[in-house]
T-cell receptor, first 109, second 115 residues
């Protein structure tokens, strides 16, 4: 099993809907998780971090961590076409971040 | 807002030529990372520096890649000779220390195309 796994998508949602992005992880990573957004041709941008079990909200974004099931989720409420990007899940392995392959999100008007 | 600076933004090189990328981390950041991201994949760590010392270069193809951070500040990543499979985005990131619990900020990256 890879350390961090994501479905590559694309995930297509209509404007205004909730987009749900998921990530699973192995025992080889620690309990610090991060979501990055990456627009085509650009570098990744950190949008959320989560360290504790449960939910963490920041504006339209909610990160969810379930340690028992070893998954991390990112919910985007009221999705906008400008949210169309690849979303990378990352987990800390000692002193470095390990990334998943990313999920491509498409929000259509 | 402090940024990680990278140059060049784009580089096209011929197969078997040498190419170099430069990164200047956020001031005061002791840890510097070079990642490679092939199109459609996630970033993969190539090398990690703590100050001027290499902490992890287990995924660096050492027969053709080299990296240095001589004064513990800016860093250079070199490829010689370049191969077609090296076409990718090369990303630099920095953090105050490797043990920080926080995520880190990437530079704008260098898009390398080997022809």
């Amino acid at each position: 099993q890879k350390e961090v796994e994501q479905n590559s998508g694309p995930l297509s949602v209509p404007e205004g809907a909730i987009a749900s992005l998921n990530c699973t992880y192995s025992d080889r990573v620690s309990q610090s998780f991060f979501w990055y957004r990456q627009y085509s041709g650009k570098s990744p941008e950190l949008i959320m971090s989560i360290y504790s079990n449960g939910d963490k909200e920041d504006g339209r974004f909610t990160a969810q961590l379930n340690k028992a099931s070893q998954y991390v989720s990112l919910l985007i409420r009221d999705s906008q076409p400008s949210d169309s990007a690849t979303y990378l899940c990352a987990a800390r392995n000692t002193d470095k971040l390990i990334f998943g392959t990313g999920t491509r999100l498409q929000v259509f008007p | 807002e402090a940024e990680v600076a990278q140059s060049p933004r784009y580089k096209i090189t011929e197969k078997s030529q040498a190419v170099a990328f430069w990164c200047d981390p956020i001031s005061g950041h002791a840890t510097l990372y070079w990642y490679r991201q092939i199109l459609g994949q996630g970033p993969e760590l190539l090398v990690q520096f703590q100050d001027e010392s290499v902490v992890d270069d287990s995924q660096l193809p050492k027969d053709r890649f080299s990296a240095e951070r001589l004064k513990g500040v800016d860093s250079t990543l070199k490829i010689q000779p370049a191969e077609l499979g090296d076409s990718a985005m090369y990303l630099c990131a920095s953090s105050l220390s490797g043990r920080t619990p926080y995520g880190y900020t990437f530079g704008s990256g260098t898009r390398l195309t080997v022809v």
